[in-house]
């Protein structure tokens, strides 16, 4: 049984950093690539980073100007998001997420296939 679960969120002040856990379960890190993912309130769920143990690939969205470095430990099953310079765009429900990586442009929503609970990150003052 697959399982991913987020956590690390919180309330950071704009500014601030936050660093995010995803605990995987179910699968190796040779079956799916690893991504994190976000829904800030109306909008639609998005791609952050995603590291490929099978390629050595890491892709992160052009949005994030440097500020997210994404690690992966596939011995012991984590993933971790490091966020800095906090802004209040960055609020939103955070995913880690198992995605399907054979193809270079893999790191998308349409390419998950389980997803984990999401963890909450609000920046705010």
């Known amino acids: 049984d697959v399982q991913l679960q987020a956590s690390g969120g919180g309330l950071v002040q704009p500014g601030g950093s936050l660093r995010l856990s995803c605990v995987a379960s179910?699968?190796?890190?040779?079956?799916?690539?690893i991504g994190w993912f976000r829904q800030a309130p109306g909008k639609e769920r998005e791609a952050l980073s995603c590291?490929?143990?099978?390629?050595?690939?890491?892709y992160y969205a052009d949005s994030l100007k440097g500020r997210f470095t994404m690690s992966s430990d596939s011995a012991k099953k984590t993933a971790h998001l490091q966020m800095n310079s906090l802004e209040p765009d960055d609020t939103a429900v955070y995913y880690c997420?198992?995605?399907?990586?054979?193809?270079?442009?893999?790191?998308?929503?349409?390419?998950?296939?389980?997803w984990g609970k999401g963890t909450l990150v609000t920046v705010s003052s």
């Open positions: 997420a198992a995605v399907v990586d054979l193809e270079p442009a893999y790191c998308t929503t349409q390419k998950v296939a389980h």
């Open positions: 590291i490929s143990e099978s390629d050595g690939s890491t």
């Open positions: 179910g699968f190796s890190f040779d079956d799916y690539a």
